[in-house]
């Protein structure tokens, strides 16, 4: 069956990166558009970034210039880079292949001093 592993997610200061990873199987990850969403404390779950099979990503204005999504084909592995956080950054990062409704268990990143 299809999963989604997310990892890298944890406790970080403002300021400070991490590197989110998503593995794939169960499924031909290179034809998928993938993408990240988040969920904060008592807010939705939002659309954050998106790489579609080609490698063309986009971003929700909120983390522009700062996550950087990417994906290994080879690995089957999709990334979230993500620089410069801040205390809004704080959420449930979720992998998912959304045209599919594939969705990963999710990894928590906090930032805070």
């Known amino acids: 069956q299809v999963q989604l592993v997310e990892s890298g997610g944890g406790l970080v200061q403002p300021g400070g990166s991490l590197r989110l990873s998503c593995k794939a199987s169960?499924?031909?990850?290179?034809?998928?558009?993938m993408a990240w969403y988040r969920q904060a404390p008592g807010k939705q779950r939002e659309l954050i970034a998106q790489i579609d099979s080609g490698g063309i990503a986009d971003y929700t204005d909120s983390v522009k210039g700062r996550f950087t999504i990417s994906r290994d084909n080879a690995k089957s592995t999709l990334y979230l880079q993500m620089n410069n956080l801040g205390p809004e950054d704080t959420a449930v990062y979720y992998c998912c292949a959304p045209r599919a409704n594939y969705w990963g268990q999710g990894t928590l990143v906090t930032v805070s001093s």
């Open positions: 169960g499924m031909i990850f290179t034809l998928r558009t």
